[in-house]
């Protein structure tokens, strides 16, 4: 196989930076980016530090990898392994160049279906204490899942690659694995569930600075959720988008293929069917020019447009001889555990149940950071469970919790697993008070280290228990919540606005969690006992300031 490392030089005077290749490979012109980038590595000085040849050889891996077309995979493939061996020379012991090598690498066998090798690279590094790696593992890992179809193994491993991501990089990588967790939920067949959070970043990707292919990615994920709902006025209208985004784009034939399919699916189903015919057509054409296998579930006859729509996510089928006997025995591994799915889940659940009491029993056992990872790794082999995600993340609430104890502080391992509860506890809904409750307690973790972040988990997780408070009709159970739970909350928000110097903050909370709310109306003599509240509206003081806490209404506040 070639090294990825002919291709056309730069015509400028000047070699070009990381930082033109990176903006290229996101606004999807990935063969400017891939000479580029090749342009870099040739004007590169021969005293050049070797770890500096090695990133920007990675950088070319990364964009070959992008553009998915066989030829550029197998020079991806090819050149992380080589890139491998110069990282490993670079650092002693591994670190983060070897690992980041390494995840390229598992990325690049993920993109060509070999999903086992891809997730066994994936998973070494998963605990990796630099979050951006870790984050980069738990999403190949998710990749590697979804392509062999285990898309509830898939959710869960994005989950936690979003968890990583949150603790470094707030950014578009985190946007970038929404969509992933999107196709994944798609997946699952929970279509209404990734069809709202897919929609609700659309104003994200909208922004300005937002990458354009990654957008188009978001897109087309988008309108093959929206489909499945049966807004197929919306989907239209976002592949109308696409349409435009990909006009002028190199190197991305294959979203081209995607794009056209899909659109050819949706006007199908508006009875459309003579422009839909046009569309496959024209996908077929595309994929028809490009080298290499074509990727499994893309058509390879002229029969007319399918009846049933095509896979949102799918992968190029590897040529090497070594890579089809692995890519077989894969596909042959994935049927017989779709052979035996019914059975397999039941005996999952009952071994699923069995050790969910053994990892709360370890909690109460847990005396040292060795015993704190064992803990992480027990909670991480029972994810994945279809259909069980809601357990899932209430043992990820209570596993986390029990870290974060003040007489087991272990404040890595905690932080994980609430981050990653949190991530799930976001779209799940009836789980507000558990959400709450991890809230605050990953308030308390980030405490001694980050303390506005901290403040603003403190903030939402009084919000949320203030809001249940509004649902006990009877005084005896508010007063006993107050006292239990809403008020050693609001104490806690209270000091980390002072330690923040937010004094403004902390006077907003002390006014909130006096204020009882407003008497509901209806007839008090037929309530018999009860004495509903609504919730505290938000308030306005006279002084020009506005809280922002509270919820409904507004009222101005003497």
Known sequence: ???????????????????????????????????????????????????????????????????????????????????????????????????????????????????????????????????????????????????????????????????????????????????????????????????????????????????????????????????????????????????????????????????????????????????????????????????????PGLRHDRSPVPDTPLPVASVIAPQDPLEELQASADELSVAVESDVTSRGVRLATGRWRRDLGSVRFALLMVQDTEGADAIVERVERLEGMPDGERAEAMLLVEAGEGLARPDSLHPLQAERLLRRALVRLERLTGLELWRARAELALAKVLRSDNREEALRHALAAVQRLDEERFRMRHRDLRGNWLAEVFHPASHLAIELALECGRTEVAADLVIFSRVAGVVAPGDLAARQGELPLTAVPRLYYTDGNRSDLGSGGSCLFL
């Not at 989950?159 to 798609?186: C, H, V, W, Y």
């Not at 959720?225 to 197929?232: M, Q, S």
């Not at 239209?236 to 985004?245: G, I, K, S, T």
């Open 1 to 295: 196989m070639g090294s990825g490392l002919g291709g056309s030089a730069r015509a400028a005077t000047s070699p070009p930076k990381r930082e033109e290749v990176v903006a290229a490979d996101l606004a999807g012109d990935l063969d400017l980016a891939v000479d580029l980038a090749r342009a870099t590595i040739h004007a590169g000085d021969s005293a050049e530090d070797l770890a500096v040849r090695v990133r920007t050889l990675l950088l070319l891996a990364r964009t070959l990898r992008h553009r998915e077309d066989h030829s550029s995979l197998a020079d991806a493939r090819s050149l992380t392994r080589t890139v491998l061996a110069l990282a490993r020379l670079t650092e002693s012991g591994g670190g983060t160049l070897t690992a980041a090598a390494e995840l390229e690498l598992a990325a690049c066998l993920a993109a060509a279906g070999l999903y086992r090798q891809a997730h066994e690279a994936a998973k070494v590094l998963r605990h990796h204490p630099n979050h951006r790696l870790a984050g980069w593992a738990w999403s190949t890992m998710g990749q590697a899942n979804l392509g062999a179809r285990r898309p509830a193994a898939a959710v869960s491993a994005i989950s936690n690659a979003l968890a990583e991501f949150a603790r470094a990089d707030p950014g578009q990588r985190i946007l970038g694995t929404r969509t992933r967790l999107g196709a994944a939920l798609l997946a699952t067949g929970d279509v209404a569930q990734a069809a709202d959070l897919l929609t609700g970043d659309l104003p994200s990707w909208r922004e300005p600075g937002a990458s354009r292919r990654l957008r188009i990615q978001h897109h087309l994920t988008t309108a093959a959720a929206l489909r499945g709902t049966g807004e197929i006025g919306g989907a239209v209208r976002l592949l109308r988008q696409v349409d435009a985004l990909l006009a002028g784009r190199t190197g991305m034939d294959f979203t081209r293929v995607r794009f056209h399919h899909e659109y050819a699916t949706c006007l199908r189903i508006w009875g459309q069917l003579a422009d839909a015919q046009h569309q496959f057509d024209l996908g077929e054409q595309v994929r028809a020019g490009l080298a290499g296998v074509p990727r």
